[in-house]
């Protein structure tokens, strides 16, 4: 059994236990003091949401916010309000690029300006060497599920294999993601969410992440802790029937190709 301690809000040690079961994998677990005893994340409150997700009073802001920081990059803003408005720009900003690698760039830029300087930095330096970075991972994994339902949709925690043969709750579960069934685009989902998203937190904050959009039920699985393959095989993903920019390409020449994405 191994034991990590982080900080709580009080100043005290906060342990982290991961404990062997008899398959050799791993539960976390938190306590907010040693004789308390071990606390599942449920117990703590850390529990996945509901499957119906009702916005709270900071969406707006986060959706305001990351609106802006996207037409800054694009240069340009839907008449559109609210998230039909935010699909648009995104689409803009995916279009803009002359290549994907300059989508993904765009898309990371994007993500840099949204945390204020040196919390990046201050984050790889000091949290994530504490217990071989799975704290970093766990910590991200809570953040995401608290701040991104106004864009993903309900989503909640769930355990993950990590490289090292270890099963924590660093993933989240995106049940059906909004961004992508309100973009029905793979495109927009490979070059301005998964791509970028997973180069942020493995560049820009030292945690590795994959990513594994299911394109046929919207539904994505975060895996904070999990370098992605070399070789991802969702850059061969063909069209969605309902994609935008596939009819487009339709209407405008019959005898088009559009098996593959033209933007993945």
């Known amino acids: 059994m191994k034991a990590l301690g982080v900080v709580g809000g009080s100043g005290a040690p906060v342990p982290v236990v991961c404990s062997s079961v008899r398959n050799h994998r791993f539960r976390v677990s938190f306590s907010s003091s040693p004789s308390s005893g071990p606390k599942t994340v449920e117990q703590v409150g850390i529990a996945a949401p509901k499957s119906e997700y009702k916005p709270g009073v900071f969406d707006d802001l986060f959706l305001n916010l990351f609106r802006n920081k996207l037409v800054q990059e694009v240069g340009w803003d839907s008449e559109k309000p609210g998230y039909d408005g935010l699909i648009e720009v995104a689409n803009r900003l995916m279009m803009k690029g002359t290549t ?21 930095e201050l984050y790889k330096m000091l949290i994530v060497p504490i217990g071989g970075g799975k704290i970093a991972a766990m910590m991200v994994a809570r953040v995401t599920v608290l701040t991104c339902q106004w864009l993903m949709g309900p989503c909640k925690l ?20 909004k961004y992508l069934e309100e973009s029905k685009c793979v495109g927009i989902c490979t070059n301005t969410c998964k791509f970028p998203t997973q180069s942020f937190f493995k560049d820009h904050m030292g945690v ?29 993903e063909p069209c969605l ?18 098996t593959a994405c033209p933007k993945t």
């Open 241 to 258: 029937e309902a994609c935008p920019n596939a009819s487009q390409r339709r209407t405008v020449a019959r005898n088009i190709d559009i």
């Open 100 to 120: 994907n690698t300059a989508t993904v760039e765009a898309a990371v830029r994007i993500l840099r300006s949204l945390f204020p300087p040196y919390l990046l």
């Open 158 to 177: 769930n355990s993950v294999d990590l490289p090292d043969g270890i099963s924590c709750s660093s993933g989240v579960y995106v049940e059906r993601c």
């Open 208 to 236: 590795p992440l994959l990513m594994e959009p299911n394109f046929g039920d919207y539904s994505c699985q975060f895996k904070f802790g999990v370098l992605p393959p070399l070789d991802d095989t969702i850059v061969k």
